[in-house]
């Protein structure tokens, strides 16, 4: 995979990441029913909710490091023992920063 390829892959991930984030962030601002069972059930949302949110925002602060790493031209390599990252493991999950020995 090329440069420009993985490039636009991470900015498109990003994208997706940056739009859902926004729309949680949206949800959470909406008016609360003051209803109690439905506050009750809408706190069980929040909690999926904000899951969600921090899986995304986690994700999107690798992207923009994996982006960082493309930049000046480190990227697939591996932060921990500096190795190439295997290409079966970029494909799934091309913001890695460890390869599959680092990792686990
Ligand atoms: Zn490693």
Redesign the pocket.
């Known amino acids: 995979m090329n440069t420009n390829q993985t490039r636009e892959i991470l900015l498109g991930k990003q994208k997706r990441l940056q739009r859902r984030v926004s729309m949680i962030d949206a949800d959470f601002a909406q008016e609360r029913d003051d209803d109690f069972e439905e506050l009750a059930v809408e706190s069980e949302n929040d909690e999926v909710l904000s899951a969600l949110q921090k899986e995304a925002v986690l994700e999107l602060e690798q992207i923009t490091k994996a982006l960082h790493l493309l930049d000046c031209g480190k990227y697939g390599k591996?932060l921990?023992?500096g190795?190439p990252i295997e290409p079966d493991r970029l494909r799934v999950l091309p913001y890695t920063t460890?390869?599959k020995?680092?990792a686990t």
């Open positions: 591996c921990d023992c190795k460890l390869c020995r680092c």
